[in-house]
């Protein structure tokens, strides 16, 4: 008997003195190159990213070093995103039993590299998303949390790539796509007078739009539209939603966007448009068919829930991206929102974004997104994200005209789903909308009001169709468009043409 006692014993003392030494093996695994304990200047890391994108096309923190992961984690505020998880297709939470087991493993190494307590690391915990947002600080955790099975993703989660050309942007009004309160008088060649008195852009007449009126004008279909908000100062957008011919509809604005350079701040600027590009938005796809001699949006019986997500159309930063992220898992979360429209994006691929848009097209939304405007800091840039993932439909501006010509500043390329017409040749104007104040009107152009027209158009034939699937209305879309069944390797399936789509 003692005998046994012993070898159990001696047993036992090996294992353990085998596991210990593993423990040990894995923690003096984590080396850190000399060359690579100070962290990149923004400079640099943005060269590698540079390089990264002019080499391949693309750039994802996944394949990132964990020197330059680490870098960019330094200088965004020390924030982490994490996607955590099964296996990569595993990012939402109520369908993962382990998800709270997962995280706490997850956090427990943090812990313990961060030699530190979970108030502070913990940033949030995404109710809906397999994700967290974390300070760390050191570049032992980084590879430490690499080495898990469960990591889907980790990306800086406030690092600022274009935090020089963001604040041009902020300041530069004048751009087609980014923010501004100006007001232009729109040419008598750019519209048509319809009932009650309201102006129908030029543009709608090149998709057949004022012809599918006759049949659909979106009525029992709601847009959610995830841009900068919309203008207190606008009522057609507001306390005159239903006016003219427009009746029986909702308009809900809500905010979702923090306006502070700290990444745990938690308080929202509110749901009022502060930049006037989602103000444009909204109203190209459903401003009322008004009797005010004003533009009218494609769908203009259609109801509407928009949502401030961010500052500008550059999802730059922590709030940006975390607000966009908010948006589109309560859009997914929202049973009467039908068709979600984004006219923003980015230059690379971020990870909660991409869980949130997953989120909402797993409840079925039609999902369009917009190619990419070019600025001063996209130019070098095919279809942005996340106009480029499956489950979202890219669209982008063109030329008035026969022949397919991209407008000045739009983006193209092999992810473009359709096109929509929003440049004059002779005098370059683009789409008539209701500007950010009463009675006033302005001029908007690049992908993002094609995108916000399109938009329009998927309400004008899913409210044809109300017990149609989301894939019905595309297919419908894409048989009405031009270059349909063959796709073209620049424009998609081209324009759509809005009367066929609905008959």
């Known amino acids: 008997m003692k005998s046994k006692l012993f070898k159990l014993s001696l047993v036992m003392l090996l294992i353990f003195a085998s596991c210990s030494k593993e423990d040990t093996a894995q923690e003096k695994a984590i080396v850190i190159d000399p060359a690579q304990i100070e962290p990149l200047t923004s400079q640099q890391i943005n ?189 057609l957008l507001g306390s005159s939603f239903n006016n003219g011919a427009s009746s029986g509809r909702t308009i809900q604005k809500y905010g979702v966007y923090v306006d502070s350079i700290w990444p745990w701040s938690t308080t929202t600027d509110g749901s009022s448009d502060l930049c006037g590009h989602g103000t444009s938005m909204a109203s190209v796809a459903a401003a009322p068919r008004n009797d005010k001699g004003m533009p009218v949006g494609v769908a203009y019986n259609a109801n509407l829930v928009t949502y401030r997500a961010a500052y500008n159309v550059v999802l730059d930063g922590y709030h940006e991206q975390n607000g966009v992220k908010n948006a589109f898992t309560a859009l997914g979360n929202n049973a009467n929102v039908k068709i979600i429209s984004m006219s923003m994006g980015y230059v690379f691929s971020v990870g909660k974004i991409e869980d949130a848009i997953k989120y ?56 473009v789903d359709f096109t929509v017409v929003m440049q004059r040749v002779g005098t370059a104007n683009t789409v008539p909308v209701d500007s950010y104040y009463d009675n006033q009107t302005d001029y908007v152009g690049g992908s993002s009001v094609a995108t916000a027209t399109t938009a329009g158009i998927a309400a004008l034939v899913w409210s044809k169709n109300p017990t149609w699937t989301r894939n019905q209305v595309l297919t419908k879309m894409r048989q009405s468009a031009s270059f349909y069944p063959t796709k073209n390797a620049e424009f998609g399936y081209g324009n759509i043409n809005a009367f066929l789509a609905v008959q």
């Not at 992961?69 to 990012?91: E, H």
């Not at 543009?203 to 004008?217: E, K, R």
């Not at 070019?374 to 982008?396: D, H, K, L």
């Open 47 to 235: 060269v590698k990213i540079d390089q990264t994108i002019a080499t391949t096309g693309t750039f994802n923190w996944s394949e990132a070093s964990n020197h330059l992961l680490w870098s960019a984690v330094f200088q965004g505020n020390k924030v982490v995103t994490i996607g955590f998880g099964n296996a990569k297709s595993d990012f939402e939470r109520a369908k993962s039993s382990n998800n709270a087991k997962v995280q706490k493993d997850l956090l427990d190494i943090i812990i313990k590299y961060e030699a530190t307590t979970l108030d502070k690391i913990l940033i949030s915990s995404d109710s809906y998303l397999n994700l967290i947002d974390v300070i760390i600080t050191k570049q032992e955790t980084i590879i430490a949390l690499r080495n898990s099975k469960y990591i889907r993703y980790m990306e800086p989660g406030d690092y600022k790539y274009l935090a020089d050309t963001t604040s041009e942007e902020k300041s530069n009004s004048g751009t087609s796509s980014g923010c501004g309160y100006e007001s232009e008088a729109i040419s008598t060649a750019d519209y048509t007078t319809i009932s009650p008195n309201a102006k129908a852009p030029w543009t709608f007449y090149q998709h057949n739009i004022p012809n599918a009126w006759s049949l659909s004008t979106g009525s029992g279909v709601t847009i959610g539209i995830v841009d900068t908000g919309v203008s207190p100062n606008q009522t």
């Open 360 to 415: 909402a097209y797993n409840k079925g939304k039609l999902i369009f997104c917009a190619a990419g405007t070019s600025t001063s800091f996209t130019t070098f840039v095919g279809v942005i994200f996340p106009a480029w993932m499956p489950e979202t439909v890219a669209v982008t501006g063109v030329k008035e005209g026969a022949t397919y010509q991209k407008c000045d500043v739009c983006h193209t390329g092999s992810k």
